[in-house]
């Protein structure tokens, strides 16, 4: 729920789940563009177009630094990954179909393991 300021029930384990879905997402073969942040000196364009960058290793930090005090903070900045991927991609691309892919993918096992908490 928005309101949630800690995992629900409390439970280390579902901080651990997401660092295991992470671990999914970053093995998975389309998630390439995703892995580590945009350049935003080399790609023209990226730093005025997208608001907030994200990426997985940024999201893996996040998690070893316990900056989320929600499993919703973790889901967020997934989906900002996704999301700033359509900003700045044509659907059709290579790089635009790889975040339809993981996206489909991520909503996937988030349902998931939203059912078993
Ligand atoms: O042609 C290009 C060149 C660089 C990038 C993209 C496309 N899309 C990524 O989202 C951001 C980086």
């Known amino acids: 729920s928005k309101k949630a300021k800690i995992w ?6 579902e901080l651990e789940e997401c660092h295991q879905l992470l671990g999914e ?4 073969q389309d998630a390439w563009p ?3 942040p945009v350049n935003l000196k080399t790609v023209p364009g990226y730093k005025k177009i ?3 960058p994200m990426d997985f290793s940024t999201i893996r930090e996040k ?4 900056q989320y005090s929600s499993g919703e903070g973790f889901k967020d900045d997934v989906n900002l990954v996704f999301d700033n991927c ?3 991609n044509e659907d059709n691309s290579e790089i635009g179909k ?3 892919i993981m996206r489909t993918f991520f909503d996937k096992r988030w349902t998931e393991l939203l059912k078993r908490w």
Do not use: D, P, W, Y
């Open 8 to 13: 629900r029930n409390g439970s280390t384990n």
């Open 50 to 52: 997208v608001k907030k």
């Open 98 to 100: 790889a975040g339809h």
């Open 34 to 36: 995703f892995l580590q």
């Open 86 to 88: 359509e900003r700045f």
């Open 63 to 66: 998690i070893i630094n316990k």
């Open 25 to 28: 997402l970053e093995t998975h």
